[in-house]
């Protein structure tokens, strides 16, 4: 079936413009989550939704960044005024339930800020 | 938080034999540890994970041994093929998944021909 998609695929952006990063969570998948792959880095989480709701927004790094999910489905990872530091690969998951169910993982979008 | 460290950063095998890359957890509370291979320019394969309610679960040439005490774990691949070159990460999430997975820094498994 169908995994998690994600678009774009690559988005060069110049420094302080905003963007917006989408994510396609597997149908049925009550749990969706963002990370962040800097170069050479593991990955960072930035946030939860369990439905539409997300528990807690203090993993994303300043209050440029932002996240919605409607619907119960598609989610929306905006970057207001993009920095050079915000240039990684943007990793979205989604997983059944959430808690301790498995993580299944999009093929990411790469961000590059000039 | 949790902090999660993962060992070697880097690590070359002859081809058909075994490979073993090992991780550390620091907070006591997680009991879920999935382990993901990832392929250049692709997100994150989930291969084996294990609960930690059981020691040792194994799929085909890959296994996972957890240490709940030491509070480590494992991934061991036996009879090891080209396409198993890849990064490997270790994860671990306590109940609730509310704070997502924590993941170790990553290992470069090269397998050599």
């Known amino acids: 079936g169908a995994g998690v998609s994600q678009s774009p695929s690559n988005k060069v952006t110049e420094k302080g413009k905003d963007v917006e990063l989408r994510c396609d969570p597997i149908?049925?998948?009550?749990?969706l989550y963002w990370y962040r792959q800097s170069l050479g880095q593991g990955l960072e989480f930035l946030i939860y939704f369990q439905g539409n709701s997300a528990p807690d927004k203090s993993g994303l790094p300043s209050d440029r960044f932002s996240a919605e999910r409607t619907g119960g489905s598609v989610s929306t990872l905006t970057i207001q005024r993009t920095q050079q530091e915000d240039s990684a690969v943007y990793l979205c998951?989604?997983?059944?339930?959430?808690?301790?169910?498995?993580?299944?993982f999009g093929p990411g979008t790469r961000l590059t800020v000039t | 938080g949790e902090n999660v460290e993962q060992h070697p950063s880097t690590l070359s095998v002859q081809e058909g034999d075994s490979a073993v890359i090992k991780c550390t957890y620091s907070d006591s509370a997680s009991n879920y540890f999935p382990w993901y291979k990832q392929e250049l320019g692709k997100g994150p394969q989930l291969i084996i994970d294990?609960?930690?309610?059981?020691g040792e679960k194994k799929d085909q040439r890959i296994a996972v041994t957890l240490n709940k005490t030491a509070k480590h774990f494992s991934l061991h691949i036996t009879e090891t093929q080209p396409e198993d070159s890849a990064v490997y990460f270790c994860a671990a999430s306590s109940t609730g998944g509310a704070d997502g997975l924590t993941f170790g820094k990553g290992t470069h498994l090269i397998i050599q021909p």
């Open positions: 294990i609960r930690s309610n059981v």
């Open positions: 998951a989604s997983s059944p339930l959430g808690g301790t169910y498995e993580q299944y």
């Open positions: 149908s049925g998948h009550t749990a």
